[in-house]
Every structure is written in C-alpha cells, then in structure tokens.
C-alpha cells in the first residue's frame, strides 16, 4: 500500500545532514528507488565514490526519515592545478584550494515526498557549501518525470538553462 502524505502541518519536521560512511547504504537505497533504472548500473562504485566525497553530498530527512539526497562532484580545470613545491626539509607544502566547478551527479527526492520543497532544501545545502574559489555549480543531465517541477525548483534556486544543462554561477 502506498504511503500518503498529507500537506505538512506545524509535525511536519524537514533536516539536510551530511553523507557519512556510515549512512552509505542509505544513499544507495535513496538512488534505487528514486532514480530511474539506467542510473543504478554501478551503484555500489557510485555510492562509494560519493562516501569519499563526502563534504559534497547530503542526505534530507522527513522526520528523521531519509527520503532525498543530493551527491557532487568537484570539477577542476587541469590548467588551473597549482604545482606542489617541496619546502627545505623535503616535505611537500599543501597545495591552495584551486578554483572548481561542482556538478550536481544525483538529486532525488522519493515520490510521496515530493513537493514538499525538500529538493530545493537540498540544492539549497550545495550553493550553501561553496567557498569563494567555486566558480559555478551545474546539472549536466536531468531525469525528472514532471519537467515544470524541474524547471520550478531549478530556477528558484538561481539556475539558468545554458546550452542544455543547467548552471548557477555563483554571483559572489
């Protein structure tokens, strides 16, 4: 039997937190059923790529309950990687933090969940995490089956449609 939701109310309790090692098997549960089939090939590498990565990823909560999750990756421009410079004493010094691009990999929400602004809550979380060498966050490829909600959450949060994917350049 399907589970309804009924519009939220003064119980109604929402939450962003991050993805830990610990809560891994949860993201994977998250993408089987909220993604569409062809995304869930390599689940496991995928999932544990996002654990590793874990300061970019979140987990949103209904009431304790993991219903969403965004996962991202840092993109860095090759050109732009400073070289590491070794000091006197043969150790190599922390290279600076060089620009990037985060890009948005998966970002769902379980169907009885949605509309209840916990997508945007989530996308929220990532423009939230960018520091000042972020130069933009992008969605290279977007499966939703309710293209206006896409479009909804997307340009509410500051996206823009450029050649086919969508960007928030970050106007720090």
Request: with cysteine; hydrophobic share 40%; proline share 8%.
């Amino acid at each position: 039997m399907p589970v309804q939701i009924v519009r939220p109310s003064k119980f109604f309790r929402s939450s962003v937190g991050d993805l830990t090692p610990n809560n891994a098997g949860q993201l994977k549960v998250l993408l089987e059923r909220a993604m569409p089939p062809a995304f869930t090939d390599d689940l496991d590498a995928f999932c544990k790529a996002a654990a590793a990565t874990e300061d970019l990823c979140s987990l949103v909560y209904f009431n304790d309950m993991p219903v969403g999750a965004v996962v991202c990756a840092k993109e860095v421009d090759p050109k732009n990687v400073p070289v590491v410079v070794s000091n006197k004493k043969g150790s190599a010094q922390q290279p600076p933090n060089p620009p990037h691009k985060i890009v948005i990999q998966a970002l769902c929400v379980l169907e009885p969940y949605r509309k209840l602004g916990l997508a945007t809550r989530l996308i929220e979380s990532v423009v939230e995490r960018t520091n000042e060498k972020t130069e933009s966050i992008k969605v290279v490829k977007v499966d939703g089956s309710d293209d206006a909600a896409v479009t909804a959450i997307f340009s509410k949060t500051g996206f823009s449609q450029q050649d086919g994917a969508w960007v928030n350049t970050l106007n720090k």
